[in-house]
Antibody, heavy 120, light 106 residues
């Protein structure tokens, strides 16, 4: 059974940094791209970015709203995808979800989400 | 960026009703269109992929159609457990969601 578990959320002040983790199990992690999405309270879903598998160069793509501030990385030996968030803004407050897949993949597997609150 | 315009934003219907939601893409996305269901406090759940294919385990009362820029999602006979918010999502470049349709029981 595929499982994705996000962690690392919490309350952080504007301008600070936070790193989220997505721990995967139930599949060969290194074979898949991994994506991050977010959902602000009471709002819709927004793509944040994804990282390709090493077979496709391990390169990343980001939404314009986070490009230059957020970085996605992966540790295939630990089956973990990371979302490093720097220079956080109040508008980054959201539940952050990781998913298996990226690019032209259909996203069938989602984690339960982790809440990030950016507030002074 | 590809914009997805979903309507209506909310919908109230009775158990047993046929419910239809539409989604329009700002450019041709072929059939790169999925439909998700999201219940409060939960992650989105894939219902329909590639515009018209039913995900494994999803009840057959859910269906989708369309291609290019215009898509439709239908629940043939609304059930109480279908109360949720529904999103269309294009995955052509790379991912954009519609604004969502909040479905309530009348």
């Amino acid at each position: 059974e595929v499982q994705l578990v996000e962690s690392g959320g919490g309350l952080v002040k504007p301008g600070r940094s936070l790193r989220l983790s997505c721990t995967a199990s139930g599949f060969t992690f290194g074979d898949y791209a991994m994506s991050w999405f977010r959902q602000a309270p009471g709002k819709g879903l927004e793509w944040v970015g994804f990282i390709r598998s090493k077979a496709y160069g391990g390169t990343t793509e980001y939404a314009a709203s986070v490009k230059g501030r957020f970085t996605i990385s992966r540790d295939d030996s630990k089956s973990i995808a990371y979302l490093q968030m720097n220079s956080l803004k109040t508008e980054d407050t959201a539940v952050y979800y990781c998913t298996r897949g990226g690019g032209y993949d259909i996203l069938t597997e989602w984690g339960q989400g982790t809440l990030v609150t950016v507030s002074s | 960026d590809i914009q997805m315009t979903q309507s209506p934003s909310s919908l109230s219907a009775s158990v047993g009703d046929r419910v239809t939601i539409t989604c329009q893409a700002s450019q041709d996305i072929s059939n790169y269109l999925n439909w998700y269901q999201q219940k409060p406090g939960k992650a989105p759940k894939l219902l329909i992929y590639d515009a018209s294919n039913l995900e494994t385990g999803v009840p057959s009362r859910f269906s989708g159609s369309g291609s290019g820029t215009d898509f439709t999602f239908t629940i043939s006979s609304l059930q109480p457990e279908d109360i949720a918010t529904y999103y269309c999502q294009q995955y052509d470049n790379p991912y954009t969601f519609g604004q969502g349709t909040k479905l309530e029981i009348k």
